[in-house]
């Protein structure tokens, strides 16, 4: 069985498995800095002094890990994380982003303590020439007062 | 302000270099190394280091921020990634206004994202707004 197969095993086997991961405390200068390396100049997003700062709203959703960042035994060799791409953890394939949808339902606010649900909902074959594997992840961001953010992300597998 | 359906949407437009690649890497915790290691990029088949999707998803909002306009919402935006982008490249989030909700007040924009030239559509997407 090739790697890519037993990805394909792995991943429809951790179907509707959830998995929780703590995002730990939002901070502002973090999420300021996330502004400015996106391009943004208002000082309502760049500027944590500013009395209108506001999180950027794609700043949880483009996270991995949280301020407290990982330990070097939790990296794939291409420097993804093992657990980020369900099923692929040790095996020799190659990841790529496939977009996502986003809904709000929260401001994520400074101070923020998020939580994430993470549950693989599907696994695809597709491609006719070169196959590949498209995972889908729906994810749930969390705060104390409820939650922030719904998201249905994509991974491609090759 | 009155929304039409098949209004364009104005155009945004970012060009992020190796160092934004890095800048945004770093603050998300993302170390994959196709957006900063060029032998490694081209080893995954890829032309050099490539945008981040989550960058790629930012600049849709953008395109989408602005549209609503002072004091609008985003509740929805999404993307699928159709082509890499390669550090430096220009990117240009543009569309159309796909539908108008007179009821609810939500209208859902069209985008779509070029790189390269201009001639390469790295992502398609939509957006639901609340116009301010």
């Given at each position: ?27 502002a200068e973090?999420a300021a800095e996330?502004a400015r390396?996106?391009?943004e100049t208002g000082p309502q997003l760049v500027d944590p002094g500013h009395p209108d700062f506001t999180v950027h ?53 400074a ?48 | ?132």
């Amino acid at each position: 069985m090739s790697a890519w197969e037993v990805a394909e095993e792995r991943a429809r086997a951790a179907i509707g498995r959830p998995e929780h991961r703590d995002l730990g405390v939002v901070r502002a200068e973090d999420a300021a800095e996330f502004a400015r390396s996106a391009g943004e100049t208002g000082p309502q997003l760049v500027d944590p002094g500013h009395p209108d700062f506001t999180v950027h709203p794609m700043y949880l959703v483009s996270l991995l890990r949280g301020a407290g960042g990982a330990g070097q035994d939790e990296f794939r060799p291409d420097g993804m994380y093992r657990d980020e791409v369900p099923g692929t953890d040790g095996l020799d394939v190659r990841l790529m982003a496939g977009g996502q949808e986003v809904r709000f339902t929260g401001e994520v606010r400074a101070g923020d303590r998020i939580r994430v649900r993470r549950v693989l909902t599907d696994v695809e074959r597709k491609g006719s020439g070169t196959p590949f594997l498209l995972l889908t992840v729906e994810k749930t961001y969390t705060a104390e007062r409820g939650t922030l953010v719904r998201v249905r992300e994509r991974f491609i597998v090759r | 302000m009155r929304v039409l359906t098949g209004q364009p949407v104005p155009p945004v437009e970012f060009t992020p270099d190796a160092v934004t690649l890095l800048r945004f890497g770093a603050v998300t915790r993302n170390a994959h190394r196709i957006h900063y290691d060029t032998g490694f990029a081209r080893s995954e088949g890829l032309d050099g280091p490539v945008v981040m999707a989550q960058l790629h998803g930012c600049l849709m909002h953008r395109a989408a921020r602005s549209f609503a306009g002072p004091g609008g919402r985003v509740l929805e935006v999404g993307w699928q990634n159709r082509a890499p982008a390669l550090a430096g490249e220009r990117l240009v989030v543009s569309g159309t206004v796909g539908e108008v909700d007179a009821e609810t007040g939500r209208v859902t924009l069209e985008l779509v994202e070029h790189g390269g030239q201009g001639d390469v559509v790295c992502c398609r997407g939509t957006a639901v707004v609340l116009m301010g």
